[in-house]
């Protein structure tokens, strides 16, 4: 448990505080709103890897997760945007990608982030 948490979990952390950190505008977003995108991202994250049988469950649901609360965080006090946010669930999924996997699979990632942005979008 202890090396899943220094090799998978925690550079994901530190990649979800590090993009919402830099993306927090002055009004803040509710918890349940935060909570949905990062299930909708994690969700998509875990079906896009089972669709093409590649990565473990685990680390599709993290990298996932972290483009949920990447256009979370890019969404706060804005008009949601359909190309933003494929844009910042991509640009998230495949930087949390490269950090989980060692740049094994960076296509994927961003395609797999940016369905997990506009269905965000679409749910809003």
Avoid at 49 to 62: E, H, L
Avoid at 81 to 100: F, N, Q, W, Y
Wanted: proline share 4%; aromatic share 0%.
């Amino acid at each position: 448990m202890n090396i899943i948490l220094k090799k998978r979990l925690l550079p994901s952390l530190i990649v979800t505080g590090l993009i919402g950190a830099t993306l927090i505008p002055a009004k803040p977003a509710s918890a349940d709103r935060l909570l949905k995108d990062v299930g909708i991202g994690a969700a998509t994250g875990v079906l896009s890897g089972a669709i093409t049988k590649k990565g473990a469950t685990v680390d599709n649901a993290i990298n996932g997760a972290v483009s949920g609360a990447a256009v979370n965080a890019a969404n706060r006090g804005k008009k949601p945007k359909l190309v933003r946010d494929a844009a910042v669930g991509a640009a998230a999924s495949t930087v949390s990608g490269v950090i989980i996997r060692r740049r094994k699979r960076p296509v994927q990632d961003a395609v797999s982030g940016a369905i997990g942005g506009i269905l965000i979008n679409r749910t809003r």
